[in-house]
């Protein structure tokens, strides 16, 4: 079982909570062992920063393992062509330490003429099929023999290419790309997980029979991790500006990680993506070292908490 990390700047009300909250919880995240930082691109007045491309070089600078990446770029509203150049330089300044996580979220409509003046979306679809085209133009520009040239620097390494999911809807767009997937377990109700991991399945079937090997897959789950559940309720209850998640993991180390372990036996993946909901720094780390601690002497004997065993 490896574990990520997914991270929304919650709590970050000021440049300075970007150093504490984002930057030294990255650190630690890579001294412990984590496989993943990933940021997300959200924007609204709970975070100190809206697209955290910025931040990718100055975290990958100050780490030396942890993979680093955004999760995901809202590509209805981005250029291809300047994603692509930008995350190619960035992954051959940190050769094979980038992920490239693209996602077919939206933004507040006062926020889309600063991005898109041009287009009107009122009409839903626009969005659909503008990140549609965009994130193929995306994968084209990294990956096409006949775009080599195209993107500097020429050669080198390019970016893991994420594509991110809840619902799994259209399986055969997302298998046009054959990067990896990322399926998120909270941004969407789920009642029943042996079926959703039908539908993993599904893909990764349709997937191997067009690109011939299997794909890489992670789950991403949200929670609080304390000491004990007392605790981790507590500090979600305090929580200010606490995001909107389905599925929410509340509880001890040993808690989480049994309940990971059910994921894993169920949908068959080895990687999670871990949204800590703690807003506070102290908390944030503390819930870094309880896992890292549990983790190696887990051996998956579950307890099966009935609040969850029931959605399964």
């Not at 000021?14 to 990255?26: F, K, R």
């Not at 990294?142 to 775009?147: C, M």
């Not at 389905?246 to 509880?251: A, H, K, N, T, W």
Request: hydrophobic content about 40%; some cysteine.
């Amino acid at each position: 079982m490896k574990i990520g990390l997914l991270e929304f700047g919650t709590g970050c009300v000021s440049p300075m909570d970007i150093v504490e909250n984002v930057l030294d919880y990255a650190q630690r995240a890579d001294e412990l062992g984590y496989t993943r930082f990933w940021l997300g691109e959200h924007y609204g007045a709970s975070s100190a920063y809206s697209n955290p491309e910025m931040l990718l070089p100055i975290i990958a600078g100050l780490t030396s393992h942890i993979r680093v990446g955004v999760a995901g770029l809202l590509m209805a509203f981005h250029n291809p062509y300047r994603v692509a150049s930008a995350f190619k330089v960035l992954n051959n300044l940190f050769p094979n330490r980038i992920d490239l996580g693209v996602a077919g979220g939206s933004v507040p409509p006062d926020i889309k003429p600063h991005l898109v003046p041009d287009l009107d979306f009122s009409d839903s679809s626009v969005k659909v099929n503008l990140f549609t085209r965009n994130c193929a133009a995306l994968y084209q520009y990294l990956h096409a023999p006949e775009n080599a040239h195209q993107i500097v620097p020429f050669g080198g390494f390019v970016p893991t290419y994420w594509s991110l999911s809840a619902g799994l809807k259209n399986i055969s767009a997302l298998v046009d790309q054959p990067g990896s997937l990322c399926k998120s377990c909270f941004h969407t109700e789920i009642t029943d997980h042996r079926r959703e991991a039908e539908k993993l399945h599904e893909y990764r079937t349709v997937f191997y029979e067009k690109h011939g090997k299997r794909p890489e897959i992670n789950l991403a789950i949200a929670g609080v991790c304390a000491e004990t559940t007392r605790q981790a309720r507590r500090i979600r209850r305090e929580l200010e500006q606490p995001v909107g998640v389905y599925q929410e993991l509340i509880g001890s180390p040993t808690y989480l990680l049994d309940q990971v372990a059910l994921l894993e036996e169920i949908y068959e993946v080895e990687e999670f993506i871990f949204l800590n909901m703690a807003e506070k720094t102290s908390h944030k780390l503390k819930s870094l070292e309880l896992l890292a601690d549990t983790l190696p002497q887990y051996a998956g004997s579950a307890s099966q908490p009935e609040a969850f065993v029931q959605t399964l």
